[in-house]
């Protein structure tokens, strides 16, 4: 009975033993799944922050597009500025001493009456031209040349700033029956553009002395 009773204590001993050896392994895989769970959660922290910095990236780069929009603008009409002195520059220093001899000409008045006469045939004739005509190309080198007509004849006008910038339009357009601004769909076309703009300069210059 004794053996019996020593035999059962050192099963359970023995069971307890087990019991206690799988509880650590237990214990252990479990401590193992909660710390792979954090720092699962933890990346899923990391990338959650990353997310929501693009999204304030993008955000910012959007708000920054009016701004960016406003400098390439703002750059393009500097360049028609610029293009404009430089125009007036290159006209300078070709009719400087041509000028001269005009001012200290007793027939001024007689030679100023006839450029003006000129500059208005140039206008009107290319007006009346103009509905015949589709190519950018062709009317180029005759703004052109009223432009350095204009200047020798008013040595610097506002007109010059307006014929630059249409000659800068030709420059990218196809067909004269494109948009004076590419940007505005409600612009007139570079063809009809013109049209109202030959009326206007002619009387501009018909009131110049």
Same mark, same amino acid.
């Given at each position: ?99 001269? *001899?005009?001012?200290?000409? +007793?027939? $001024?008045?007689?030679? =100023?009456? &006839?450029?003006? %006469?000129?500059?208005?045939? /140039? ?38 700033? *307006?014929?630059?910038?249409? +000659?800068? $339009?030709?420059?990218? =357009?196809? &067909?004269?029956? %494109?948009?004076?601004?590419? /940007? ?26």
């Amino acid at each position: 009975m004794d053996q019996k009773k020593e035999d059962l204590s050192k099963s359970f001993e023995e069971f307890q033993s087990k019991m206690d050896a799988f509880s650590s392994i237990l214990e252990k895989f479990g401590m193992d799944i909660i710390t792979k769970m954090g720092q699962t959660n933890l990346k899923i922290t990391q990338l959650t922050d990353k997310i929501n910095n693009l999204d304030k990236a993008t955000i910012d780069i959007k708000s920054l597009i009016p701004q960016l929009s406003n400098v390439i603008e703002n750059q393009k009409v500097l360049e028609d500025e610029l293009d404009l002195i430089k125009s007036l520059l290159k006209n300078m220093g070709q009719i400087s001493s041509k000028k001269k *001899e005009v001012e200290n000409s +007793v027939d $001024r008045d007689e030679t =100023a009456t &006839s450029k003006k %006469d000129i500059i208005l045939k /140039q206008f009107n004739d290319l007006r009346e031209n103009l509905e015949a005509l589709d190519d950018p190309i062709a009317v180029k080198p005759i703004l052109e040349q009223v432009k350095e007509d204009i200047y020798e004849f008013t040595g610097g006008h506002r007109i010059l700033y *307006e014929i630059s910038q249409v +000659v800068n $339009r030709l420059n990218s =357009a196809s &067909s004269l029956n %494109d948009l004076m601004d590419e /940007q505005d769909t409600t612009s007139k076309s570079i063809k009809d553009h013109l049209v109202d703009k030959i009326t206007f300069w002619n009387n501009k210059l018909m009131v110049k002395d």
